[in-house]
Nanobody
Framework: QVQLVESGGGLVEAGGSLRLSCAAS????????MGWFRQVPGQDREFVAA????????YYTDSVKGRFSISRDNAKNMVYLQMNNLKPEDTAVYYC????????????????WGQGTQVTVSS
């Protein structure tokens, strides 16, 4: 398994930008697909974006397409989520996860999670 630590959350006005980072430790990081999910109180953790370990194919939920961008640096064991044109409905705790499964948008396939980082977008 890999251990994950997120950072980069904060308070931003609508239309602003944030970049979340996820630092991974442990073996074989480069073989994992990495994903970002988010959760608001009382709701399920939902898929936001993911990136495969091979050819770095990316996946996004419809509501963030064109605004968010996921990337990874295997040499540094890092995953990033660049979030632009943020909206109040993006407010949530954002979690980084790691999976060996091809179903990268399915929460239950993830075997490791970070502790989360809060993103708050004011209107």
């Amino acid at each position: 398994q890999v251990q994950l630590v997120e950072s980069g959350g904060g308070l931003v006005e609508a239309g602003g930008s944030l970049r979340l980072s996820c630092a991974a430790s442990g073996q074989s990081f480069s073989t994992y697909a990495m994903g970002w999910f988010r959760q608001v109180p009382g709701q399920d953790r939902e898929f936001v974006a993911a990136i495969s370990w091979y050819v770095e194919k990316t996946y996004y939920t419809d509501s963030v397409k064109g605004r968010f961008s996921i990337s990874r640096d295997n040499a540094k064991n890092m995953v990033y989520l660049q979030m632009n044109n943020l909206k109040p409905e993006d407010t949530a705790v954002y979690y980084c996860g790691a999976t060996l499964n091809k179903r990268v948008s399915v929460r239950s396939t993830y075997e490791s999670w970070g502790q989360g980082t809060q993103v708050t977008v004011s209107s």
